[in-house]
C-alpha cells in the first residue's frame, strides 16, 4: 500500500512540473493607470480583482492554449461595459496589462502590455 502510494505522488509531482517546464503558462496582471474605478474585470477568460485608480491586481497562471481561445478583455466603469478583442499570441512568460484610460463613448480600452 505504502509503495502504490510513494509511485502515485511521484508520477503526480513528476507530470505537474513536467507542465510547469514544457512553459505552457503566463503570468499575468492588470494596472489601472486611470482616474476612473473598473469593475468585472475579465481577461482570457479569468476573473481579476476591482481596481481603484492607479491599484494593481496580483499575477494570474493562464495556460497558453487558454489564451489562444478566450482573446477577450472586458471590464465595467461608469455604469458601461468594455468589450474588445486583444492580441492572443503571446511570447514572454509575465506581462501586466496598463489600462491608460477609457473612452466612455465608443467604450474603447486604451491599453499596454507591459
Partial sequence: MKKHL?????????SCGNSLK???????S???NTQENI?????YGNKFKNLKPSEKSNFIIISQDYIKN???????SQGKTFN????NTLSKKSYTFQIDSLNIKNR????NIK
Fill in 30 to 32: 492588470i494596472y489601472n
Fill in 70 to 76: 478566450n482573446a477577450i478583455f472586458t471590464l465595467d
Fill in 22 to 28: 514544457n512553459n505552457n503558462f503566463i503570468k499575468i
Fill in 84 to 87: 474588445m478583442y486583444i492580441d
Fill in 6 to 14: 510513494i509511485l502515485l505522488l511521484f508520477v503526480f509531482t513528476t
Fill in 39 to 43: 469593475t468585472n474585470i475579465m481577461l
Fill in 108 to 111: 474603447f480600452i486604451y491599453y
